[in-house]
């Protein structure tokens, strides 16, 4: 039997496509919708069996409070939280304010779908790992804070992250290959890989992950695809002083 839901994220073509992936899996989907001051209006006069709420910051104070204001106004709604690799902080804090699950963003369909049913049902929606990982971490807290965005930029070649911003701008691989001025079966392979390293399946699916961890900010107005600054050759030496040069010499 269906869920009947919503889908509420930062990023507008993100929730769109989720709806779409879960109203052909025979999901009822009564709305899309990117966070706003309204976002749960929308959800308390709804009243979903369950919402998946995008949060790309979930460790920010505050990041959450919509969910309160839900589980406060309409208990009955479960709520399952998508975001990026989770800190300590924000499992508990999604916890806390009343979230029934926590899925990673770049998670498969059918783990969402999963996550869904058992939220439905009154079951925590969590994968063992993130809470295994996140117990590690607050048993053995790291001494520098959890950024994705970096990780996940170290894993990339200079090459791979001009690759990765232009299909967040929507190019294709005749247009990546035509800009970066190689074939476009490299441009192809240069895509797998990136797909590969972000552990995500679709082109979609890799740009929306840079969006959430901050990657593409990084990426754009960092080094990693700045190009290199124009070097002016040196000056060939010019004839001794009181000598007059010559022209087509040699």
Do not use: W
Not at 71 to 100: H, T, Y
Not at 137 to 153: I, K, M, S, V, Y
Not at 178 to 204: D, E, F, N, Y
Not at 219 to 237: K, N, Y
């Amino acid at each position: 039997m269906g869920v009947r839901l919503m889908v509420v994220d930062d990023h507008r073509l993100l929730a769109e496509a989720l709806a779409s992936a879960l109203k052909l899996r025979g999901h009822r989907v009564l709305a899309a919708a990117a966070p706003s001051a309204g976002a749960a209006d929308l959800v308390i006069s709804r009243a979903p069996e369950v919402c998946l709420l995008g949060t790309a910051s979930p460790a920010e104070p505050g990041a959450f409070d919509p969910v309160v204001r839900i589980k406060r106004e309409r208990p009955q709604v479960a709520v399952v939280v998508l975001g990026p690799v989770p800190s300590p902080l924000g499992i508990a804090a999604a916890f806390a304010a009343g979230a029934s699950g926590y899925v990673r963003h770049n998670e498969r369909i059918e783990g969402v779908e999963r996550a869904m049913m058992k939220a439905r049902a009154g079951e925590a929606a969590v994968e063992p790992q993130l809470l295994q990982g996140a117990f590690t971490e607050l048993l053995n807290p790291a001494t520098q804070p959890d950024d994705e965005g970096a990780r996940l930029l170290q894993l990339l070649t200079p090459r791979e992250v001009e690759v990765l911003v232009r299909v967040a701008e929507g190019e294709d691989t005749r247009l990546i290959a035509a800009g970066m001025g190689i074939a476009p079966s490299t441009a192809r392979t240069h895509v797998q890989r990136v797909l590969m390293k972000l552990g995500v399946g679709s082109r979609l699916e890799a740009a929306a992950l840079a969006a959430r961890t901050g990657l593409l900010d990084r990426a754009t107005g960092g080094s990693a695809t700045a190009p290199a600054p124009a070097v002016s050759p040196p000056r060939p030496p010019g004839p001794p002083r009181g000598v007059p040069g010559q022209q087509g010499a040699g």
